[in-house]
């Protein structure tokens, strides 16, 4: 995202992505999301035949393949940085967003992992503060660099005692 107009990064700021694991986690969860549709599609399908329901059926594997494409582009914006003060997390693409939160402002760290997270060895960090809307969500790590970097966070955030 260098160049977007919303970097205040120094250009030797190192992003950390996340695991391309994230990819099938979200496209299955996709696909999941997408039974209804295609039962509905099925039933238009078999009471309905003609060109309504090949249209239905186009549109609708037109708007899960479009769909698609973005959940692997969204996956591959996802980073975070760690820097002296403060930890940058961005993500988006067609709306792009960076958040920036100090350590000293955290208040604490969760890591979760639902259950396709759990099947593909992954899992979110969460970062709370005292303002809901600045709390900022890293998903798709390994669980050890998870647990790496909630650690480290919360260190940091006792140092800074204003938080955690």
């Known amino acids: 995202m260098t160049g977007t107009g919303i970097d205040p990064w120094a250009a030797d700021t190192s992003w950390h992505p996340v695991s391309g694991k994230l990819v099938w986690v979200r496209l299955i969860g996709l696909g999941l999301g997408a039974?209804?549709?295609l039962a509905g599609v099925?039933?238009?399908g078999a009471f309905?035949?003609?060109?309504?329901?090949a249209a239905a059926s186009a549109l609708?594997?037109?708007l899960l393949g479009f769909r698609a494409v973005m959940v692997v582009r969204a996956v591959h914006s996802w980073g975070y940085a760690e820097r002296e003060q403060e930890l940058l997390v961005r993500?988006?693409?067609?709306i792009r967003r960076l958040s920036i939160v100090p350590y000293?402002?955290?208040?604490?760290?969760?890591?979760?992992?639902?259950?396709?997270e759990r099947a593909f060895g992954l899992a979110t960090v969460q970062l709370h503060t005292a303002a809901a809307v600045s709390d900022a969500v890293i998903p798709g790590l390994e669980p050890q660099a998870a647990t790496r970097l909630r650690d480290r966070l919360a260190a940091l955030g006792r140092t800074r005692s204003e938080g955690l």
């Open 104 to 116: 000293g402002r955290m208040q604490f760290v969760d890591v979760s992992a639902g259950p396709l």
């Open 42 to 44: 099925a039933l238009l």
């Open 48 to 53: 309905a035949s003609g060109p309504a329901a």
């Open 35 to 37: 039974v209804p549709l």
């Open 60 to 62: 609708l594997v037109a």
């Open 91 to 94: 993500h988006g693409v067609m």
